[in-house]
């Protein structure tokens, strides 16, 4: 987890970060101080993390874009984000939630550089975030579940390479890194319990973990697996493959 602190008023953003860090090593927080505040270079570290992070955001910032903008771009790259507004803006607390932002809080710098007030309301803000993390944390990690005659099935998502459907039958195969299932179940249901984890369900005849893809060779129309598994497509099907890395850039 990486903590940004967002401020264009050196001073501010120097003190908000020894409040800050403060708390969330009192806290136990086990994270990261990101080095850099301006919004592009904010967006850019976003998008080699996977989150969720914590962002504390001036509203107001000398930049082209400003805090509200700002977290409304974050929420792309990390939708379970915790976005908290640190401004004197008071007034413009409606319109953080117009922007469906989905504010975490909203600390007001009345008291800057007053330690004995402002840190309590930081903590606040941290103490909130701290449950919902352990929240997150204890929610069960999504999974397949079949039955397939006396055959029950359950799978964590994560665990499977690919999904396979087996020609002229009603069948569907579901390979492992070191193991395949034989399941007399259509290729489409099962994509139906697909749908949280990280694959590509376009082909007609395969659903590939993405996160399970070694390399993509489109010319050949060859993928292969972390397993060793090496999957042919004709070159109008690895195209679906193609146009979807492409919206990913």
């Not at 055959?151 to 020609?167: A, G, M, P, S, T």
């Not at 749908?195 to 129309?221: C, E, M, P, R």
């Not at 060859?222 to 146009?243: C, E, Q, Y």
Request: aromatic fraction near 10%; proline fraction near 3%; hydrophobic fraction near 40%.
């Amino acid at each position: 987890m990486k903590v940004f602190i967002s401020d264009d008023q050196e001073q501010q953003r120097l003190w908000l970060t020894d409040i800050i860090t403060a708390q969330l090593d009192e806290l136990g927080f086990n994270y990261e101080l990101a080095s850099v505040w301006q919004p592009d270079d904010v967006l850019d570290a976003v998008k080699k993390t996977s989150g969720p992070n914590i962002y504390f955001l001036d509203i107001v910032l000398k930049q082209a874009t400003n805090g509200i903008e700002l977290a409304s771009k974050i929420r792309d790259y990390d939708p379970d984000g915790f976005i908290v507004y640190v401004s004197v803006r008071e007034d413009m607390m409606p319109e953080t939630l117009n922007a469906m932002t989905t504010p975490t809080g909203f600390i007001s710098k009345m008291d800057l550089f007053n330690r004995e007030k402002f840190a309590p309301h930081v903590r606040e803000v941290l103490e909130v975030i701290k449950k919902r993390l352990g929240t997150l944390n204890e929610a069960p990690e999504p999974t397949l579940n079949l039955h397939s005659g006396a055959l029950l099935l359950k799978l964590k998502l994560k665990d499977i390479v690919y999904c396979e459907k087996v020609h002229g039958l009603r069948t569907a195969r579901i390979v492992t890194e070191n193991q395949g299932y034989l399941v007399h179940k259509n290729l489409s249901t099962i994509k139906e319990q697909l749908v949280s984890g990280h694959f590509f369900n376009d082909f007609q005849s395969y659903a590939l973990n993405l996160d399970k893809i070694v390399t993509v060779n489109f010319n050949k129309g060859l993928v292969t697996m972390t397993n060793g598994d090496a999957l042919s497509f004709s070159r109008g099907t690895i195209k679906k493959l193609r146009a979807y890395y492409q919206t990913q850039e």
